[in-house]
């Protein structure tokens, strides 16, 4: 186990009241946490979204990658359904951190994609740990779920870990002229299924 479970309280948001549940890792004292809606207790399946930190599409409205829109419609989705989780994972920038993400946006300014922009500031394509999310679900009392998500990866990742992953249920949302090209190479180069729809891109690349 590499978290252990700090404090938890009440957070209503505009779609219903969650709890949030923060968590610690043990070894960098790095902080996470969970919006646990209603009652997740029981073996059916709990509706689970892992969600990657984001500040630019979280926070800042930023039509350059589809994260806050997700967000948004995986909250909905889950007090739609009166029960589930979403993971707020604190790996920013596929775990590169802020800065180098905005170092890896500069570089996808001149012509670089997003997998050529990690590659030329010396980082894999994602860096992200998912063994963590694993480890948060295990202190939740949860061992199996139907995914939020279009990201392969991220499945077998949580399976290894022996999360039990019963369904994946796709997000597809937040498509914009600004996030064609970045959207278009997480299907191309690390195997997203995504449905794109191909509008007119109004950037540089
Ligand atoms: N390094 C880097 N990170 C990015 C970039 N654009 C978005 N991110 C980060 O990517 C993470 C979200 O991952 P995505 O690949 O969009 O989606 P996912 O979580 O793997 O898959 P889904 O579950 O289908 O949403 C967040 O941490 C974002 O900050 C980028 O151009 N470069
Ligand atoms: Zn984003």
Redesign the pocket.
């Known amino acids: 186990m590499q978290l252990k479970h700090v404090a938890q309280a009440n957070l209503p948001t505009a779609w219903g009241c969650f709890t949030i549940v923060g968590f610690e890792e043990i070894a960098t004292g790095k902080d996470h946490a969970a919006l646990v809606f209603g009652d997740i207790s029981g073996d059916a399946p709990v509706l689970t979204r892992?969600h990657?930190?984001?500040l630019t599409?979280d926070a800042l409205f930023s039509l350059?990658?589809?994260?806050g829109f997700?967000l948004e419609a995986a909250l909905k989705q889950i007090a739609k359904e009166g029960r589930g989780i979403l993971i707020y994972h604190r790996?920013?920038?596929?775990n590169?951190g802020l800065l180098n993400?905005i170092r890896?946006?500069a570089l996808?300014d001149k012509g670089f994609d997003?997998v050529e922009?990690?590659e030329q500031l010396g980082f894999a394509a994602d860096e992200r740990d998912f063994t963590l999310c694993a480890d948060i679900l295990t202190l939740l009392g949860v061992s199996q779920i139907r995914l939020l998500?279009?990201?392969p990866e991220?499945i077998k990742v949580l399976e290894q870990s022996g999360i039990k992953i019963l369904q994946r249920v796709p997000?597809e949302v937040g498509e914009n002229p600004n996030n064609e090209h970045?959207l278009e190479t997480?299907v191309n180069k690390?195997g997203?299924l995504l449905h794109l729809h191909h509008g007119n891109c109004n950037c540089n690349h």
């Open positions: 892992i990657s930190e984001c599409g350059r990658c589809d994260c997700q790996q920013e920038g596929r590169i993400k890896a946006y996808q997003t922009a990690n998500t279009n990201n991220k997000l970045y997480k690390m997203h």
